[in-house]
């Protein structure tokens, strides 16, 4: 599993433009996982271990094995290149705390729907949500185990737009990790420059 140095990365010198990037999805997608994979600073996590008070509380169907949960967001910073920065939020995927979702939207450039294709209705909140606050999305087919799905098949039963890219990835590896951002950052550009001809 490839992963960054543990030593402190300092921001550099060059670094001129900053975005906030969310990563969003359900339960055990790997959302935290990402996040620590991909970042090049030692991330802040608020993740705990689950306790009989989630019983009966937090769906895990399908994460039976998962014994703890993050309970506010992760925090992780990438540089992609000498000038552009992305801080890297991960949301809680426990229903109970989706209601922290929106204000982690709040200036957000982009996002990353992390999905499990194994159980892709556990993304429909999270596409509604970051549609409802018009916030761009990308979808990653987080690949835990052999496809059990098509793109096309995964576009259809989330609703998507033939717009929205869809990618494979794992979220255990950096590189993996560290191209999704990027596409999510192609996305946002295309977005910009369709948005500057159209005015």
């Not at 809680?92 to 450039?109: I, K, S, Y």
């Not at 690949?143 to 794992?170: K, N, Y």
């Not at 255990?172 to 560290?178: F, G, L, Q, T, V």
Request: net charge negative; hydrophobic share 45%.
């Amino acid at each position: 599993m490839d992963s960054p140095s543990s030593e402190r990365t300092p921001l550099a010198a060059t670094a001129a433009d900053g975005a906030k990037i969310v990563i969003v999805g359900g339960f055990g997608v790997g959302k935290t996982t990402m996040v620590r994979s991909v970042s090049e600073i030692r991330p802040l996590s608020t993740e705990e271990v689950m306790t009989q008070a989630g019983v009966g509380i937090d769906s895990t169907g399908g994460v039976q094995d998962k014994s703890t949960t993050t309970v506010a967001f992760d925090f992780g910073r990438i540089s992609l290149d000498e000038r552009l920065v992305l801080y890297l939020f991960g949301a809680p995927g426990q229903e109970r705390f989706w209601f922290l979702w929106d204000r982690l939207f709040a200036g957000t450039l982009g996002a990353v729907v992390l999905v499990d294709a194994r159980r892709i209705e556990d993304s429909w909140y999270a596409i509604d949500r970051l549609e409802h606050n018009r916030v761009p999305f990308i979808v990653a087919l987080n690949r835990f185990e052999a496809p059990a799905h098509t793109h096309e098949e995964v576009r259809e039963a989330l609703s998507l737009g033939p717009d929205v890219p869809v990618v494979d990835c794992d979220a255990r590896e950096r590189a993996s990790a560290k191209e999704v951002l990027i596409s999510l950052v192609d996305r946002l550009y295309t977005l910009t420059a369709a948005r500057e001809a159209a005015s």
